[in-house]
């Protein structure tokens, strides 16, 4: 049987995690990380042509990646998965590398843009908050740390907030959907022929880092692969599932704010409550204003379940890296009573907070410029994991052909380097596009103004992402070094049961 090399604090660590996620949990799990409402307003900016890259990409991205996330969830299920994918491949090194910019993308994102959207829907709907007031500050914080704190409580616990995450979406996009078919048939909607789909590579190159954010999360659950009842099976069942429905609740509230709103009247930052404001006005009439404040509240309940499930996720990933010695070791203990990474969990919340300030304090363009840049580098840091998650099941199927594998991407491995292909093709081209928006735009010959495109000059926002990219591999980097005494206490685990050997975890209530 193969065997994985790891630490011996890898393995007290482990003796610490409880099995409670079920088949069920896993596709709320999943959908909740899938199903992103911060942007659908950025895709429906660019009108029938947002729409059509977003089914196009759930053809020529989702499915392939769909199918990799398969096999790789259900064959190597070791907790931390992202990591250990791609340290079996590549080594801790790079394992250690791609887990900090997996899980650094999530307080960046919750403190950035998360925030700044859920803010803005409360303001425009709920109750007014001036931004840059005490008010705006005391807002975002709540939910930075409110997003913590489930990612703080144990599983078995934790994990009814990405459920009723999962229902919220369905609810709110499921509500817009009637709405704007009652809308239609009232006032009628804005038609647009077949040739307004035609795809255009300016609109692809604007919009292909944001739908690829959309359309990730298939790999986050199996951050806690070990805490799961039966990842050979769950898995693949999961990912399809959460897929289907994930991809339907993308594309249809998109189609309906485009019919609804001109393409000019959406922002990325309230396109979508724009969308629903204007449709529940003309469906409903007097019912509108409660309607509306109930879908608000929906909507920043949803923001907030989406923050709080990919901490979940990417905290674990993080710890593991940790307690396997390509990270502080300090960040590699799991709470013995809760389960849970709550250093980690910490740290991101202190990330978010300081990202969060910073982001208000350094862009005076408004709130729907920050927005967009501090998106950006959410998607940047994102996408740049994925260079390295994705090949790794190409490598891993040659370096471990005899794991039991009970999931395999279809037609062997011309299919599995067809789909591997693919998403490499897709997340490549998007991070490049993310970290230099508009190189490709000007090589092609296409008119590009930065400054009209971003709210902001060409020199901030490379400042700032690349600043903050940089940050991030240096504490990498720091934290492989610094982690060389963990190391150096080695220990192995079996890669087809990664719980062999384990003392008994407590049981789970």
């Known amino acids: 049987m193969p065997k994985e090399v790891t630490t011996s604090f890898a393995l007290e660590e482990k003796s610490k995690l409880v099995k409670s996620l079920r088949r069920l949990d896993m596709v709320g799990f999943t959908l909740c990380a899938f199903v992103g409402l911060d942007t659908l307003g950025s895709v429906a900016a660019n009108g029938p042509q947002g729409f059509f890259w977003l089914a196009a990409l759930a053809v020529l991205f989702v499915y392939p990646y769909m199918l990799v996330m398969a096999e790789l969830g259900s064959t190597f299920t070791q907790e931390g998965g992202p ?16 887990a900090i910019l997996y899980w650094a993308t999530n307080p960046i994102w919750v403190g950035g843009s998360l925030a700044f959207i859920a803010t803005d829907a409360w303001s425009g709907q709920v109750f007014k908050i001036g931004e840059g007031t005490v008010g705006d500050y005391v807002f975002k914080l709540i939910f930075v740390w409110f997003s913590i704190m489930v990612a703080i409580m144990s599983l078995s616990k934790g994990k009814w907030i990405p459920n009723i995450g999962a229902i919220l979406r369905v609810f709110v996009l499921g509500f817009f959907t009637i709405a704007v078919i009652v809308y239609g048939i009232r006032h009628g909607v804005h038609g647009f022929s077949a040739s307004d789909l035609s795809p255009s590579r300016a609109v692809l190159l604007s919009l292909v880092p944001v739908i690829l954010f959309n359309y990730v999360g298939f790999e986050l659950q199996s951050g806690a692969a070990e805490e799961m009842d039966d990842p050979q099976k769950d898995v693949p069942i999961s990912i399809l599932r959460s897929g289907i429905l994930g991809v339907v609740l993308y594309c249809v509230p998109v189609f309906g704010i485009i019919l609804v709103l001109p393409t000019t009247a959406i922002t990325g930052l309230g396109g979508f409550l724009d969308a629903v404001n204007a449709t529940y006005h003309g469906a409903f009439g007097g019912a509108a204003h409660p309607l509306l404040v109930a879908s608000t509240i929906g909507f920043v309940g949803s923001l907030i379940t ?3 499930v990919w901490m979940i996720g990417a905290d674990r990933t993080q710890a593991v890296a940790a307690y396997d010695g390509s990270f502080f070791s300090y960040f590699g203990v799991f709470n013995k009573k809760l389960g849970t990474p709550v250093r980690v969990n910490v740290l991101s919340g202190v990330v978010a907070t300081v990202f969060m300030v910073s982001a208000i304090e350094f862009f005076h363009s408004g709130a729907d410029a920050t927005f967009q840049v501090v998106l950006d580098i959410a998607v940047s840091t994102t996408l740049l994991s994925y260079i390295l998650i994705f090949p790794s099941v190409v490598i891993l199927r040659r370096k471990y052909p005899e794991v039991h594998r009970p999931f395999r991407v279809p037609f062997g491995n011309i299919g599995l380097y067809i789909s591997t292909g693919l998403i490499m093709f897709w997340v490549l081209l998007g991070s490049w596009v993310g970290v230099f928006p508009g190189t490709l735009d000007r090589l092609l010959g296409l008119s590009y103004n930065f400054q009209d495109n971003w709210g902001v000059s060409r020199a901030k926002f490379e400042t700032y992402t ?43 209530y």
């Open 83 to 98: 990591y250990e994918w791609t340290k079996l491949a590549w080594g801790r090194f790079a394992g250690g590398v791609g």
């Open 306 to 308: 989406s923050g709080s």
């Open 466 to 508: 690349l600043g903050t990219l940089g940050i991030i591999f240096l504490v990498g980097v720091l934290g492989y070094l610094a982690s060389g005494g963990v190391r150096s206490q080695a220990a192995t685990i079996s890669i087809e049961d990664p719980d062999e050997g384990l003392p008994e975890p407590p049981p789970s």
